[in-house]
């Protein structure tokens, strides 16, 4: 009989994934159930159940889904039937047959970005100017944005410093600082910033709050749902295709900007935090497809 672990060892070993990914292994877990899965499962029922996904949902999130089943499996002392042969082919087989190319959400280039936030009035206005300015010049992710914390941010002569407690790529903690400066025009992210503290009152704590529907700011933070949100609604106030958007369309949209203005891709991962160029520069292509085309140059 296999010993129970101890409540340390639990702790521990939620502590191992972050709060995003246990939710999303969670998810995944409770579909497989509802399904009809079982823990354990056989490498049978496992396949089975990719193959009846297959049309259903991306190459990524069946790949996810595998990887929460097998986790399930290895906690409870179980063998893991992600490691069967019949479950790696059959989603080598699905990753062959339907491809296992990724959604990409349209960037919100610096033009898109100054539209959204121009004509915005109220408080919502305010709070969602900020946080789209930041967004952009940060090149945060949603879920870095809605940690942020007052007392993370230092305001200095050049513009503003943002302390990123943790991140995506940052599991342990180390933090990074990302600099904002001051920018000419109405659509100063700094600025903005100063005018949502002002405006809201808050001095601590966290930084982006839910506003309620007379305008008071509740003293819970945004959820990452709530960006994403966020941007949705106001892209679509400018006639843009809502769907095309998420809390990511930030991130990539000061990635593409960049790029399309001739800044070099190690001052870009020094603001986006990327560890390396390998992701970064799927950006970079995207945005130079018409640069020196060759048919512009021969027609």
């Excluded at 910033?193 to 700011?217: E, H, P």
Aim: proline residues 3%; aromatic residues 6%; charged residues 25%.
């Amino acid at each position: 009989m296999r010993n129970k672990l101890s409540p340390q060892v639990e702790q521990y070993l939620l502590a191992s994934l972050s709060e995003n990914t246990r939710r999303a292994y969670k998810n995944d877990l409770a579909h497989f159930i509802r399904w009809g899965g079982r823990i354990p499962a056989t490498p049978e029922c496992v396949a089975s159940y990719l193959a009846g996904h297959a049309n259903k949902l991306s190459f990524a999130t069946l790949s996810r889904r595998v990887v929460a089943i097998g986790r399930a499996h290895t906690i409870k002392h179980r063998p893991s039937p992600a490691h069967s042969e019949l479950v790696k082919a059959t989603l080598q087989g699905i990753r062959r047959t339907k491809g296992s190319a990724q959604r990409h959400v349209a960037p919100a280039l610096l033009h898109d970005v100054q539209a959204m936030v121009r004509d915005l009035h109220g408080m919502k206005g305010v709070r969602d100017k900020a946080l789209l300015l930041v967004g952009f010049a940060g090149a945060f992710r949603r879920s870095e944005l809605v940690v942020i914390q007052v007392e993370d941010i230092s305001f200095v002569d050049e513009g503003m410093v943002i302390h990123l407690r943790r991140g995506k790529t940052d599991q342990v903690g180390r933090g990074r600082d990302i600099a904002i400066p001051f920018v000419r025009g109405k659509c100063c992210p700094v600025k903005a910033i100063k005018d949502w503290l002002i405006r809201s009152g808050i001095n601590s704590g966290k930084l982006f709050r839910r506003i309620s529907r007379y305008g008071q700011v509740v003293g819970e933070g945004l959820s990452a749902q709530s960006v994403a949100l966020i941007v949705k609604q106001r892209a679509k106030e400018i006639g843009l295709d809502a769907q095309q958007y998420s809390g990511h369309s930030l991130r990539a949209g000061l990635v593409t900007s960049a790029a399309k203005s001739g800044v070099s891709s190690w001052k870009i991962c020094q603001q986006t935090g990327h560890r390396s160029e390998a992701v970064m520069q799927r950006y970079i292509r995207d945005s130079q497809l018409f640069a020196n085309n060759p048919l512009g140059l021969i027609w």
